[in-house]
């Protein structure tokens, strides 16, 4: 299982930024995945998880209606989509799969999950 995120970089805030996360040696919809972030000095944070089990989508309360998470299952990516970005926003941020989600309430990750390598986004004020 390989994840491979890019994507990240620098943008004014009120900006956006889309990440991809190539997935290799499984399909995506093998496993609940998601995206989960974390910023100099804070603890790693769930963004958004999709949730194999009943198809439900977690987005953290700090990115509702602001991120939007996707798939491409021919490509075998997952995409989020992040608008309207804020100074707060600015961390490395990583895909990950076989992680804990369901009914779209919370968005953990498992100690047998799968991570990628992170890309940083920064949103200057």
């Known amino acids: 299982v390989q994840l491979q995120a890019s994507g990240g970089g620098l943008v004014q805030a009120g900006g956006s930024l889309r990440l991809s996360c190539a997935a290799s040696?499984?399909?995506?919809?093998?496993?609940?995945i998601g995206w989960f972030r974390q910023a100099p000095g804070k603890e790693r944070e769930g963004v958004s998880c999709i949730s194999k089990v009943d198809g439900s989508t977690f987005y953290g309360d700090s990115v509702k209606a602001r991120f939007t998470m996707s798939r491409d299952i021919e490509k075998n990516t997952l995409y989020l989509q992040m608008n309207s970005l804020k100074p707060e926003d600015t961390a490395v941020y990583y895909c990950?799969?076989?992680?804990?989600?369901?009914?779209?309430?919370?968005?953990?990750?498992?100690?047998?999950?799968?991570w990628g390598q992170g890309t940083l986004v920064t949103v200057s004020s």
């Open positions: 040696g499984f399909k995506l919809d093998d496993y609940s």
């Open positions: 990950a799969a076989r992680v804990w989600t369901y009914g779209g309430i919370y968005c953990r990750p498992r100690p047998n999950s799968d």
